[in-house]
């Protein structure tokens, strides 16, 4: 008997998974269903040139209302990575909404196109917030490493010109967000070209494709592209991770930036997480866990009061 149910358990299971799979989400999205989640793929934010911008958005299973929204940006150094890599996913089991963002690469979209896209796939959310089941007016970004430069920009550049783009139209609605979550990631790119101009003037750096050319050529550029060049008093609460472990960088460019919000009387939460490298699970371990959760409390309000 015991066998039998296991088996009628299995193939309802089975049934239940392949009906799930054809299901249509909002906007043309495909739906996904796991014991946590509701999962919408690939909804278009943009297109361009006749290329589809896509986003992932993961909702609480258990949703009775309008889930607070997290949008996260990956890393990969700017050209490479997915929105499948998403390390606030984990948000998701404390009633958050996380959307996950695949921006063009440096590559076919050197700055300030790439933040063009990023931007453009805030005020999509934002526009149709309520066909997709997420708040409009209280949202938080973050980002892991290029990731996370890319949220803090896009947080601390909001309406400036040339900066905001019309990724996506939607220009009735704001990028501005309320929060923002950094990380291991660069905010100072001027400082690291005068630091070492040569090893970034390669056709293969990072910001070399960034930028669109030699770095050391193209420092104005590079400082419109620094997050510590934007800083004003009207800016959004941030948090910056570092690893303990990782190369320098990180940590010297979330102490960089907490200093400039410094100056004009903000306060910026920086921590190096001992042990921690270039990611990994320490960056949500208990203690992070619970910084990141009452800071996103703090800024968009309680997920108990989703309606």
Known sequence: MNLIRLLLTGWVTMFSAMAEA???GPMGSSVERTRNEVIYRDLVFAEVDDLPLKLDLYLPQKATGKSRLVVFFHGGSWRSGSKESCQVRWLVRHGYGVASVGYRKSHSAPFPVILHDCKGAVRFLRANA?????????????????????????????????????VGGNLQQSSRVQLALGLYCPTDLRHDIAADPGRWDKPSSPLYLLLGGKPSE?????????VTTHVTEDDPPIILLAGGADKPGPVEHGRRLKAAYERV???????????????????????????????????LGSVSDNS
């Open 218 to 226: 193209k420092i104005g550029l590079a400082l419109q592209a620094s």
């Open 22 to 24: 054809g299901e249509s």
């Open 130 to 166: 309520d066909r997709l089941g997420v708040v409009a007016d209280k949202i938080a970004v973050a980002g892991a490493s290029a990731g996370g430069h890319l949220a803090l920009l896009l947080a601390t550049t909001a309406g400036v010109d040339g900066l905001e783009g019309a």
């Open 265 to 299: 009387g903000l306060e910026a939460v920086f921590q190096v997480v001992p042990g921690a490298g270039h990611g990994g699970p320490e960056f949500r371990d208990e203690q992070r866990a619970a910084l990141i959760l009452s800071q996103l409390e703090n800024a």
